[in-house]
Every structure is written in C-alpha cells, then in structure tokens.
C-alpha cells in the first residue's frame, strides 16, 4: 500500500509561481509511476504530469514550457514547479501513484492510477 501527502497549495495571482510537493511511503515495486492530475470544479480530473520508474515523463499540453516535474528518491517525494500561472490553472491538485507495470501512452489517465493523497488547493487569480 502506498500513502500520498501533497502539500504546498495557495493562492497566487496570475503570472506566480508554486511549488508542489508529495511526499510517499516507501514500497517495494521495481516498477512503478507516480504523478500529478488536478480538478477544476465542473470539471473532470485532468493528468498534469507523470513519471514512470524508468524516469520516461509525460507532460500534458497545459502544462508544457511552464511546469517541471522533479524527484528526490532518497526522500520518497516529488516535486512539481509551476510558473507562469494562470487562472484555468487552479484547482485541486492531486498526487497519485501505481505500481507494476505503467503504459506510457496511459501516464495522464487518472482511472489508471490506484493509490491518491488527499489533495492540496491551488487558485490561482486574474
């Protein structure tokens, strides 16, 4: 089992920056993915970034040029650096993680995911 602890949300004017973090229990899996998806309300759960355990990451479009995914094995934790905000960025962002075998063409698909941190509250305004 795996346990997910996201933290730095906030309130940021448009433009800003924040810095994610999601803290994991250690597992045993060689073969595993992590990321980060986010949910405007109104709005389906989106995938944001996600890594596998080979290092391959997928970024989604929205997120591309402005936010960079990050690691610290000895830690158990990643990172996600968002700059250049904007509005349609805000919402509840989640970390989540599966173990075993990730399809790489699946790593933004939220229902692929197993295990999901409570969330931290990203808003983000004009």
């Known amino acids: 089992q795996v346990q997910l602890m996201e933290s730095g949300g906030g309130s940021v004017q448009a433009g800003g920056s924040l810095r994610l973090s999601c803290a994991a229990s250690?597992?045993?899996?060689?073969?595993?993915?992590m990321g980060w998806f986010r949910q405007a309300p109104g709005k389906e759960r989106e995938g944001v970034v996600s890594?596998?355990?080979?290092?391959?990451?997928r970024y989604a479009d929205a997120a591309k040029g402005r936010f960079t995914l990050s690691q610290d094995n000895a830690k158990n934790t990643l990172y996600l650096q968002m700059n250049s905000l904007k509005p349609e960025d805000s919402g509840m962002y989640y970390c989540?993680?599966?173990?075993?075998?990730?399809?790489?063409?699946?790593?933004?698909?939220?229902?692929?995911?197993?295990?999901w941190g409570k969330g931290t509250l990203v808003t983000i305004s004009s």
């Open positions: 989540a993680a599966a173990l075993g075998f990730c399809s790489r063409a699946r790593l933004l698909y939220w229902s692929y995911m197993d295990y």
């Open positions: 890594i596998d355990s080979d290092g391959f990451t």
């Open positions: 250690r597992f045993t899996s060689d073969t595993w993915c």
